[in-house]
């Protein structure tokens, strides 16, 4: 499966913001996909997941309440809500797919796209 990651930008905190993870390929509906962020000289880190089915989803506590992942399987594509942007949610935003058991693991997803861009200004 391939995957792109769009929708980033630059944003003052506050406002909302959503990104959008296309995928092109068969059994799109089979994959577990979740969304990765890695800020200027941190580590790439889980934000969020989202079973293949769409009935479960997890999110790492820093953005708890914030934000929302949720899935079209008609659309393939993968939506990440971002609600009251902070200035330390400015990453480099990637979606990824892994198959089995969802993973908040970087090294647990198989299938990587290119990275979208948010940066948020205080």
């Known amino acids: 499966v391939q995957l792109q990651a769009s929708g980033g930008g630059l944003v003052q905190a506050g406002v909302s913001l959503t990104l959008s993870c296309a995928a092109s390929g068969r059994s799109f509906r089979a994959y577990n996909i979740g969304w990765f962020r890695q800020a200027p000289g941190k580590e790439r880190e889980f934000v969020a997941t989202?079973?293949?089915?769409?009935?479960?989803?997890y999110y790492t506590d820093s953005v708890k309440g914030r934000f929302t992942i949720s899935r079209d399987n008609a659309r393939n594509t993968v939506y990440l809500l971002m609600n009251s942007l902070k200035p330390e949610d400015t990453a480099v935003y990637y979606c990824?797919?892994?198959?089995?058991?969802?993973?908040?693991?970087?090294?647990?997803?198989?299938?990587w796209g290119k990275g979208t861009l948010v940066t948020v200004s205080s």
């Open positions: 990824a797919a892994n198959s089995g058991l969802p993973q908040r693991r970087v090294s647990g997803m198989d299938y």
């Open positions: 989202i079973n293949w089915s769409g009935e479960s989803t």
